[in-house]
């Protein structure tokens, strides 16, 4: 593993053997590589791996440049590939990853071959800034701690919560101390609430695997299947348990779908 920064931006390679594909993965709001630790295994069997912490989060730049938009954030994503010499990759994006992905296919489409955007949307919804609102007011009024322990409610679910608790509090400790200033985290927000590329979406030619689940409440799966049907060629899949961070609850369900959509297979 390889790692370096490039203007702010934290990033790490896992090489593969030569002439392996490359994959980067950008996280959602948390902004951390960590998020990806379930797929890792899987997927650096088969790609090169890139991975890097979102600006304003975990190992990068802490703050954030006064332009900060969705399309900024593609912009950091190009940054990352230029840093690691990769002249086009695969995206996996979860939730502001994803967005950040479609972002990135609209402005630079030479960057990227397939598209996999999990949990993703292509306008601001009413229900998705209910959810943002309830968590901007817990960060506003009482802080990091009440938000990363409220947090757990919109990303699993409930019967996974009761069986996963003590890792839970384990992780939600570590999620406190690392947590970005909370003007980023609500200037973050704020940037996703405001993406809209709804009348753009048929520019996307590329190959997209749109995947999300049923029982997601933060995003819910219809915003996927708007975007999946606005896409000219998209594959949407829908499991059928997990929640919105399926891609820890089930890794399993979600690594075998990405692996064989990223083959080709799918």
Not at 28 to 49: D, H, K, Y
Not at 67 to 82: K, Q
Not at 131 to 142: G, I, K, P, S
Request: glycine share 6%.
């Amino acid at each position: 593993m390889r790692s370096g920064t490039a203007d702010g931006l934290f990033w790490e390679v896992h090489d593969a053997p030569t002439g392996a594909p490359s994959v980067v993965l950008s996280a959602g709001l948390g902004g951390s590589a960590a998020f990806w630790s379930p797929q890792m295994q899987a997927l650096t069997e088969r790609f090169r791996v890139i991975l890097y912490d979102h600006r304003g989060t975990s190992r990068s730049d802490r703050s954030l440049k006064p332009d900060h938009t969705v399309a900024a954030m593609a912009e950091d994503i190009v940054t990352v590939l230029d840093a690691t010499d990769t002249p086009r990759a695969h995206l996996v994006g979860h939730a502001a990853g994803g967005n950040a992905g479609l972002q990135l296919a609209l402005d630079h489409p030479e960057r990227l071959d397939r598209l996999v955007v999990v949990n993703g949307w292509s306008r601001p919804d009413p229900h998705v800034a209910r959810c943002f609102a309830a968590r901007t007011h817990l960060l506003e009024a009482f802080g990091p701690a009440a938000y990363v322990e409220a947090q757990a409610l919109f990303l699993y679910p409930p019967d996974w919560i009761s069986q996963n608790d003590a890792a839970l509090r384990i992780s939600d400790a570590h999620h406190v101390e690392n947590f970005p200033h909370p003007d980023v985290m609500l200037a973050r927000i704020g940037t996703l609430l405001a993406f809209d590329i709804d009348d753009r979406l048929s520019e996307i030619v590329h190959p997209v695997l749109v995947s999300a689940s049923a029982d997601d409440m933060l995003i819910p799966p219809r915003l996927s299947r708007r975007l999946a049907e606005g896409l000219p060629n998209a594959t949407l899949d829908v499991v059928r348990y997990g929640g919105h961070a399926f891609t820890a609850t089930v890794p399993d369900v979600f690594n075998a779908r990405l692996i064989a959509f990223l083959l080709g297979d799918a």
